[in-house]
């Protein structure tokens, strides 16, 4: 079974544009507000639009509205979505399979699902091949979930140094999701970890190793990923509310 978007009414889809700008005003400040309380910026903090599932015209209409990176999770829905899309920075943030690879190299600035040494040879191969270079984030299973994907974080090193000697591939960073809390400040104490080995592999200086971005916190608990010390958030639902699915 796949999942695709609901055709929305003409009345859902004109609030839904009109809840964007609201939605965006709310997440803006509330990234201003955690990012001060964390001795920063707004503008250190980047703000990555989740947009699985959202129809084109409004994800360009984020776009208008000031939004400049998007994520999408899943291979094909980014490749249905690319003629479309206004000009912004595009980004994978979904789980990645080596055979979907290909469909990727070129087409976005940032992989965030890197988690093995497969995958990254893989994107080095096709990198090579298409003589471009490709940016990705080691993704982290902090939360030792079986269900997740993520390096288990004491083989974080191991997969650091192997992906380092890779062509093609240039790590700039972390990604997180942390098991799912009863409480947004209960996730605070995995994003402290996450941030710990960010700033201890930032601090080692490895070959082709740049800690330039740590991204974790999603619609339910950016704020205090902000707090924890993330400089990318990836929002979704707070700026498009609820996904829609049907299943086929």
Known sequence: MTEKSLNETEQEYA???RDL????????????EAAVKSGRSSEEITLLAATKTVPVPVINRAVELGVSHIGENRVQELCDKLPLLSPCDRQFIGHLQTNKVKFLIGQVSLIQSVDNE???KEI???SV??????????EVNIGRE??????LPEKLPELLEKVSCLPGVSVRGLMAIPPVCDRPEDAMSYFSRMHEYYVDIKAKRMDNILMDYLSMGMSS???QAILCGANMVRVGSALFG?????IL
């Open 129 to 138: 091949q298409n003589g471009t270079a490709t940016n990705v984030l080691i």
């Open 221 to 223: 608990d950016y704020a």
């Open 124 to 126: 080095s191969r096709l």
């Open 15 to 17: 609030e839904r544009m």
């Open 242 to 246: 609820p996904r829609k699915y049907q």
């Open 146 to 151: 079986e269900n997740k994907s993520g390096v």
């Open 21 to 32: 700008e609201e939605n965006l005003k709310v997440v803006r400040a509330k990234i201003e």
């Open 118 to 120: 497969k995958l990254a």
